[in-house]
Nanobody, 126 residues
């Protein structure tokens, strides 16, 4: 059974930092793109960042470039993915989801991600 479990969310003041983790298990994730999406209250889920299988390619939405860093560690049937978030802003407040995309393409499209975690809340106070 495939599981993606996020952790590391919480409440932080503007300008602060948080590090999210995602533990993916239950199958081989070879060639999978891994990504983070977020959903703020009353808004649609949006792409935040993604990373290729090897980690050599990373992608960020414009609003987080220079502030967020994605990384991953691969093992045979597990993947640990991380999101280091610095210089947080109140507009970063959302539920953050990790997800796995087996297609190798369209890293920014949520419908390309087959597996999802349950989400972790990030709240940035002003």
């Amino acid at each position: 059974q495939v599981q993606l479990v996020e952790s590391g969310g919480g409440l932080v003041q503007a300008g602060g930092s948080l590090k999210l983790s995602c533990a993916a298990s239950g199958r081989t994730f070879t060639s999978y793109i891994m990504g983070w999406f977020r959903q703020a209250p009353g808004k649609e889920r949006e792409f935040v960042t993604a990373i290729s299988w090897s980690g050599s390619n990373t992608y960020y939405t414009d609003s987080v470039k220079g502030r967020f860093t994605i990384s991953r560690d691969n093992a045979k049937n597990t993947v640990n993915m991380y999101l280091q978030m610095n210089s947080l802003k109140p507009e970063d407040t959302a539920v953050y989801y990790c997800a796995a995309n087996p297609t190798g393409r369209y890293y920014y499209r949520s419908d390309m991600y087959y597996y999802w975690g349950q989400g972790t809340q990030v709240t940035v106070s002003s």
